[in-house]
């Protein structure tokens, strides 16, 4: 069966793309930072009839270990065909962008576009011998009037950017390996401190559609797939 690395999965959209990729019939690696949050997220998968085959160490904060990460992978599950980047971190979403903090702003943008960079660039050649796929969880680039958190927003827009460029060269230099992005929406989790108004989603609802869209067959390169757009949400 296929193999896919899902990381940040040990809770909120990452656990529930584990969920339903492991109910179609994938075989799940859960990619986490905690030893005891991701044990619990293997333990409770399970117990949901997801084949789960291991946790992966997976810390986008330090590059250095990211590449000891791959290297385990690629030890380990040789026959990865798919790659799911969903771990990030909000950054401050309640500051104007002039007022955003310098460390806040770098961090978010070291875990949501360089450490997520770092892994995939790392993990290419294995997906690239395995004709495997790479799938981004993000938002959109443009600036939305209702939701613009600055260096949430601006890590992304990065992320998107490499999405669309490697598309692109993959393409253009006939490597067998697709990546391509989904936007899920507003989605209740702790990364909005459980938002439930205007516009959002249970994680069951946006993970099972995200599950779908992976299992459709149909070739995404480079494609920014929205579910859910952003809404006015009253704020």
């Given at each position: ?19 339903f ?50 290297k ?74 209702y ?57 069951d ?13 149909k070739?995404?390169?480079g ?13």
């Amino acid at each position: 069966m296929a193999k896919v690395l899902v990381t940040g999965a040990n809770k909120g959209i990452g656990y529930g793309i584990c969920k339903f990729l492991g109910k179609s019939g994938w075989q799940v690696i859960v990619g986490a930072r905690n030893n005891e949050r991701a044990e619990e997220a293997v333990k409770a998968l399970k117990a949901e009839g997801v084949d789960v085959i291991g946790w992966q160490y997976v810390n986008l904060s330090d590059n250095k270990s990211l590449e000891q990460t791959a290297k385990e992978v690629k030890e380990k599950y040789h026959d990865l065909a798919l790659l799911v980047n969903n771990a990030g971190i909000p950054g401050n979403m309640e500051v104007a962008s002039y007022d955003s903090a310098m460390h806040d702003v770098t961090d978010t943008i070291q875990v949501n576009y360089i450490g997520t960079f770092c892994l995939t660039k790392a993990l290419v050649p294995l997906l690239v011998a395995n004709k495997g796929r790479i799938v981004n969880i993000t938002v959109p680039s443009e600036v939305s009037p209702y939701w613009h958190p600055m260096a949430y927003v601006a890590s992304k827009a990065a992320q998107n950017a490499m999405t669309s460029i490697m598309a692109m060269e993959f393409e253009k230099n006939n490597l067998p390996v697709e990546i391509f992005n989904i936007h899920p929406g507003a989605t209740t989790t702790d990364l909005n401190n459980h938002y439930t108004g205007p516009g959002a989603h249970s994680i069951d609802v946006v993970s099972e559609k995200i599950s779908a869209v992976i299992n459709d067959g149909k070739k995404h390169q480079g494609e920014f797939i929205e579910l859910y757009p952003i809404v006015d949400e009253g704020r």
